[in-house]
């Protein structure tokens, strides 16, 4: 079975674009879910999704959006980009809610 | 929301010395509980999970960690490390509020010099 895979694997954007990550679900696993890690910090929940409906937030402003496929794949979508967006996105699947989770190697986002 | 607190920034070692990584989690009536690795430039690797049953937990790599529910704690041991575990390491908790993703306590890094 296939594992997390989450493209691209780096990007550099500047202050004020919009960036799209992507990530496709572990073979079987319907629940996906996001996490920032800013550079020497653990990884920060941002949202959820559980059979493409968000499920769950974490303390992140409204111009982190997403969205979930009816294949269980995924994207992460940050509008007006600031420099405090720099860092490592994570994304983690599992079958359910509750489940254990499976995570990608992620992208590293760098803003400038 | 259910948390953890990871004691230790930063824990040297010697190789082939024992170590212990402290974990504590705040309480709740029940209570989910992992481990996690991160190498340098990867993703998160599951080491080892506690869901029910005995309060030892087996993982990948020799590790293990015991619960303990009068303590709180979820700490984990290897009774001999490797350079090769040199990593950071993150307690997690499933989180109610939020669809039960994961809330990740802030890491300890653990470093294996020979």
């Known amino acids: 079975e296939t594992g997390v895979t989450q493209s691209p694997t780096h990007l550099i954007k500047t202050r004020g674009q919009q960036v799209t990550l992507r990530c496709s679900s572990q073979?079987?696993?319907?629940?996906v879910s996001w996490y920032q890690q800013a550079l020497g910090q653990g990884p920060q929940f941002i949202f959820q999704?559980?059979?493409?409906?968000?499920?769950g937030r974490g303390n992140f402003p409204p111009r982190f959006s997403g969205l979930q496929f009816p294949n269980y794949s995924s994207e992460l979508n940050v509008n007006a980009l600031e420099l405090d967006d720099s860092a490592l996105y994570l994304c983690?699947?599992?079958?359910?809610?509750?489940?254990?989770?499976?995570f990608g190697s992620g992208t590293r986002l760098t803003v400038v | 929301a259910q948390s953890v607190t990871q004691l230790d920034s930063q824990v040297p070692v010697f190789e082939e010395a024992p170590v212990e990584l402290r974990c504590n989690y705040s309480s709740s009536v029940s209570v989910y509980l992992f481990w996690y690795v991160q190498y340098p430039n990867q993703g998160l690797q599951l080491l080892l999970k506690?869901?029910?049953?005995?309060?030892l937990v087996k993982g990948i790599n020799g590790f293990e960690a015991e619960f303990n529910k009068s303590q709180t704690s979820f700490h984990l041991r290897k009774p001999s490390v490797h350079i090769s575990d040199t990593a950071e390491y993150f307690c997690?908790?499933?989180?109610?509020?939020?669809?039960?993703?994961?809330?990740f306590g802030k890491g300890t890094s653990l470093l294996v010099t020979p």
């Open positions: 983690a699947s599992s079958l359910g809610q509750g489940g254990v989770y499976t």
């Open positions: 506690y869901l029910s049953g005995s309060t």
């Open positions: 999704y559980y059979r493409e409906e968000e499920n």
């Open positions: 997690a908790v499933p989180n109610s509020n939020s669809g039960y993703a994961l809330n």
């Open positions: 073979s079987g696993h319907n629940t």
